[in-house]
Nanobody, 123 residues
Framework: QVQLVESGGCLVQAGGSLRLSCAAS????????TGWFRQASGKEREFVAGFSRSGVNTYYADSVKGRFTISRDNAKNTVYLQMNSLKPEDTAVYYCAASLRYVATRPPEFGSWGQGTQVTVAS
């Protein structure tokens, strides 16, 4: 199975920017639909952004549209989440995930998960 490792999370001031990375091993991301999820304290894990397996289609939660951008570098076998104009409500543990489906946006549809990286946005 594909192994995923997230990195890039840290403490950042509101209005700042941050880029998260998810490196994969075992398989290339081009053979998986990929997604970023986040889970805030006391909240359920929610979908943030994702790619279809083809990499052509992207999907974003309404709460992050216009602020976050998902991208993929096939040569590095890495997916990224560029986060701009960060808000305190973006504070959460962020996870990347991979699915064998063409399109996946729900946690049960993903078979591989990273361990998560903490993002904290201060007011």
């Amino acid at each position: 199975q594909v192994q995923l490792v997230e990195s890039g999370g840290c403490l950042v001031q509101a209005g700042g920017s941050l880029r998260l990375s998810c490196a994969a091993s075992g398989r290339t991301f081009s053979t998986y639909a990929t997604g970023w999820f986040r889970q805030a304290s006391g909240k359920e894990r929610e979908f943030v952004a994702g790619f279809s397996r083809s990499g052509v289609n992207t999907y974003y939660a309404d709460s992050v549209k216009g602020r976050f951008t998902i991208s993929r570098d096939n040569a590095k076998n890495t997916v990224y989440l560029q986060m701009n104009s960060l808000k305190p409500e973006d504070t959460a543990v962020y996870y990347c995930a991979a699915s064998l489906r063409y399109v996946a946006t729900r946690p049960p549809e993903f078979g591989s998960w990273g361990q998560g990286t903490q993002v904290t946005v201060a007011s």
